[in-house]
């Protein structure tokens, strides 16, 4: 089942190590704007921060990129779950609009920025595939393409008979295409990032836990491994890692782990037959099963939750495999090479959410669509946090609700994932 060399960190590491150590304390060192987190989110605020002339520090608790940002299956979607109807039966016309604009808005800016910042992460617009798990959903689908569902997303239906030119599955009963959507390397985009948040001027602080957070002087005060550290403005920016310093987010914030396999290296023919295009796939099930090729197009990476509780990727890797194989046949002898984990950020509400109490800036709950989308908030909240008006967003705008007596132990996921299970099995 493992290959020889099997690993438990992710593929995206071989090609972009984090095992960068930063040297350096921070001896009641006083700043603009400290960032708590090294994702996505907090390298963009970063950049931000800095280019518009602020003293900015970002700390990571772990080495940096090390939580979900580098471990993800580089899918680039417009993110945002709902559409129209939904949003403006709960939040009313205008803000429906704008979140449906933020999340197709979040899909171009992250391709801009990786243009214009001229990184190299593989960056492809190869479009998503989605397989209907039954001929009810084939239906489904097929009635939000012609309702118009998804506007200006080019979204069309590829029938069962068409099948082959997608996939090389008989799971499916055909499926949807959303040809805007692309993919990269989510390590080298943000090794990438990285470097442009540095070159802005942004300190980073690797193994760099903030221990504690509290208001002082009209600013904070930092507890953190490495000394304290004043910070005018701080910016949240720890999503599914997100710990007890904030625990009005942390009760807001349902922490849940993400996993995927990568297989051993195919061979050419297989994997063309297999996944003739370079599209990220995902299925119409409540459990959804995520995957793509690798950007070499030598690997398959298959990614999904397999397990009630949380578990070993060693443990996991196994039962996507055996997931996978349901799907590809052929791929019964082919063995791991890699199996992680990380952790997804999700909401009550399933979207995602800015704000900030009088300094305290966060954004965060991308409910497993976060490589647009954290990029585009993070961008957004370092805005916020330096008073450019162009920050402010529709999220910033709607309830971050919780829910009585969490406090972000997620004692409800199993019979969650338990229910979703027994009613994927249904085909309803
Ligand atoms: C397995 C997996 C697959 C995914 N696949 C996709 C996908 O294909 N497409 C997609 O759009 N999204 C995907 N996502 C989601 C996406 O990766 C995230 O939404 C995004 O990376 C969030 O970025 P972030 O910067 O907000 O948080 P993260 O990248 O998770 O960073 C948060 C950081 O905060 C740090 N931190 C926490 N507390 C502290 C503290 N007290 N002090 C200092 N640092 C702290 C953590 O160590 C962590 O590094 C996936 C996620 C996972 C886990």
């Known amino acids: 089942m493992f290959t020889d060399d099997f690993k438990e960190t992710p593929y995206w590491w071989e090609a972009a190590p984090i095992a960068e150590r930063t040297q350096g304390d921070l001896p009641g060192q006083k700043v603009d704007v400290a960032i708590i987190g090294s994702g996505y989110t907090g390298l963009q605020a970063a950049v931000q921060c800095a280019r518009a002339g602020r003293s900015t520090v970002v700390l990571e608790a772990e080495a940096l990129g090390y939580g979900a940002s580098?471990?993800?299956?580089?899918?680039?979607?417009?993110?945002?779950?709902?559409?129209?109807?939904?949003?403006?039966?709960r939040y009313g016309q205008e803000i429906a609009e704008g979140i449906v604009a933020e999340g197709q808005a979040s899909r171009d800016y992250v391709e801009q920025f990786i243009r214009d910042e001229g990184i190299a992460c593989h960056f492809n617009v190869a479009g998503r595939f989605d397989g209907a798990h039954s001929p009810r959903h084939f239906k489904k689908m097929a009635q939000n393409?012609?309702?118009?569902?998804?506007?200006?997303?080019?979204?069309?239906?590829?029938?069962?008979?068409?099948?082959?030119?997608?996939?090389?599955?008989?799971?499916?009963?055909?499926?949807?295409?959303?040809?805007?959507?692309?993919?990269?390397?989510?390590?080298?985009?943000?090794?990438?990032?990285?470097?442009?948040?540095?070159?802005?001027?942004?300190?980073?602080?690797?193994?760099?836990?903030?221990?504690?957070?509290?208001?002082?002087?009209?600013?904070?005060?930092?507890?953190?491994?490495?000394?304290?550290?004043?910070?005018?403005?701080v910016i949240l920016a720890t999503n599914g890692y997100t710990g007890g310093i904030t625990p009005w987010q942390q009760r807001r914030v349902i922490p849940i782990g993400s996993y995927i396999i990568a297989t051993e290296e195919l061979p050419e023919p297989l994997i063309d037959r297999l996944m003739p295009t370079d599209r990220n796939i995902c299925d119409s099930r409540k459990l959804v099963y995520y995957y793509r090729r690798s950007p070499d197009r030598k690997r398959i990476l298959f990614g999904g939750r397999v397990s009630l509780q949380e578990a070993d990727p060693k443990v996991s890797g196994p039962r996507l495999h055996r997931e996978m194989v349901h799907l590809f046949p052929e791929l019964a002898d082919v063995k791991i090479s890699h199996s992680w984990t990380g952790k997804v950020g999700?909401?009550?509400?399933?979207?995602?959410?800015?704000?900030?109490?009088?300094?305290?800036?966060?954004?965060?709950?991308?409910?497993?669509?976060?490589?647009?989308?954290?990029?585009?908030?993070?961008?957004?909240?370092?805005?916020?946090?330096?008073?450019?008006?162009?920050?402010?967003?529709?999220?910033?705008?709607?309830?971050?609700?919780?829910?009585?007596?969490?406090?972000?132990?997620?004692?409800?996921?199993?019979?969650?994932?338990?229910?979703?299970?027994?009613?994927?099995?249904?085909?309803?």
Not at 72 to 86: D, H, P, R, Y
Not at 145 to 174: C, F, H, I, W
């Open 70 to 89: 580098t471990r993800n299956g580089g899918q680039i979607s417009t993110s945002v779950k709902f559409g129209l109807a939904e949003l403006t039966k």
């Open 145 to 233: 393409v012609v309702a118009g569902r998804y506007q200006n997303s080019g979204a069309y239906m590829v029938s069962e008979a068409d099948m082959p030119a997608e996939l090389g599955t008989k799971a499916y009963y055909g499926g949807m295409v959303f040809p805007r959507h692309a993919n990269l390397h989510p390590a080298l985009y943000h090794k990438g990032l990285l470097g442009v948040a540095r070159a802005a001027g942004a300190e980073v602080h690797s193994h760099c836990a903030v221990t504690g957070l509290k208001r002082q002087n009209g600013g904070f005060l930092l507890d953190t491994v490495k000394g304290p550290l004043q910070a005018a403005r």
């Open 346 to 428: 999700y909401t009550f509400d399933t979207l995602m959410h800015a704000g900030q109490d009088d300094g305290l800036f966060y954004a965060m709950g991308y409910c497993g669509s976060g490589v647009g989308m954290s990029s585009y908030m993070g961008m957004r909240i370092g805005q916020q946090a330096v008073d450019d008006p162009r920050g402010m967003t529709a999220f910033n705008r709607i309830p971050f609700p919780t829910r009585p007596f969490y406090t972000g132990n997620p004692w409800f996921l199993a019979p969650s994932v338990m229910a979703y299970r027994l009613w994927d099995r249904t085909g309803l």
